[in-house]
């Protein structure tokens, strides 16, 4: 069988020898297919000087067969908003990750960092130095503490945007700087921070709190529009989906037919829209994005509790805020994140995410905690349990009764 061309990771084991990575990294993989196990291990602290994250300790544990990789640290450097970057700074930091470390990079983690693969516990505190004195960029988070949110291009390119997701982003990151490198957490938190329902970075299934654009009023429709995609005037999608012949455009089969809650109609030539019974999907606007657009009264939805499977498998985030404007010096957002980080800081279990203590003590527990009211939005299906738990101060008359009293109206 021929092989594939792969001239990219052939690239990779070119360069003075030895080689980093023909030499070293594919050397340990060999020897833990070898021996049926990893030869990489956590090497417990290692970080610099006043930070509690941002470096990842790893190294190798056969130092002497390969010295190159006996130390293999992780570094996380905080994105831009947005991920803007000129190409001048993508090639001054690589150069300084050339100098300094391995050379391989990750652009970018999961959690949002760039990502420096591989340097030696002396190097640490150099990268970290020109980081933050020649580039103005900071470590990003690890470790049990505040990740580095991450968010969307926003109303910097994207016409969907209900915030300025990099404002808040950029708030919020220098808000909570001593939580962010000082781990204090019973494990990691996650912001993220989607400017639409669309949600290009994922924020309701990857972090602890999710926030989400949305609007409160109508849709805005250009009726004239609708009826240019109708008689095929306009591509729908943008024409994202041209590559074959899809045949006529049809809005009851394309549009109307898949609102997931049955909200909208086409009839005699004009859609229809009911307001109260959308639920900001956006699959209408994806699909005819001249006809359709955004409303006026925009914020955002706060929901938490998402994460990756860990103990209990993964969870997506639930609804707590359906709706709040976002508005400098966002107070009432602040209020709402550390009334949460109060209750899992005192009741969650160690490496225990947001999610699962509202899992074991209850979305209602979380309510109260948050000092916030049940809406019928909360509620995702009717309850189960017949028994209804009362508070004392619920009550009238408390717990404590008078039994004479009792008995005039109960007899034995």
Known sequence: MAKHATPLLDQLESGPWPSFVLDDLLGVLELSYKHGRTHWKHGGIVGVFGYGGGVIGRYCDQPEMFPGVAHFHTMRVAQPGGKYYTTEYLKNICDLWEFRGSGVTNMHGSTGDIIFIGTSTPQLEEVFYEL???????????????????????????????????????????????????????????????????????????????????????????????????????????????????????????????????????????????????????????????????????????????KAPILDGAQMSSLLVPFIKVEEPYDEIKEVIENIWDWWMEEGKNRERLGELIKRQGFQKLLEMTNIKPVPQHVQEPRHNPYIFWNEDEVEGGWDRDINEFRKYHQR
């Open 132 to 306: 933050t004195h020649t580039f103005g960029q900071d470590l990003g988070g690890s470790g049990s503490n505040l990740r580095t949110p991450s968010d969307c291009i926003g109303s910097s390119r994207c016409e969907y945007a209900c915030y300025d997701t990099q404002a808040i982003c950029y708030d919020l990151t220098q808000e909570y700087q001593d939580e962010l490198h000082r781990p204090a957490f019973p494990y990691k938190f996650k912001f993220k921070f989607d400017g639409c329902p669309n949600g290009c970075v994922a924020a309701i299934a990857r972090s602890d709190i999710s926030f989400v654009g949305t609007w409160k009023d109508d849709i805005k429709i250009d009726q004239e529009a609708v009826a240019g995609y109708v008689g095929g005037e306009f591509a729908p999608n943008a024409g994202a989906h041209s590559g074959r012949d899809w045949g006529a455009f049809d809005i009851e089969k394309e549009v109307t037919g898949l609102c997931p809650t049955n909200c909208m109609k086409y009839e005699n030539g004009k859609l229809l829209i009911n307001t109260k019974e959308c639920t900001r999907c956006m699959h209408c606007i994806n699909v005819m994005p001249r006809a359709l657009h955004i409303g006026d009264d925009r914020g955002c939805s706060m929901l938490v509790g998402a």
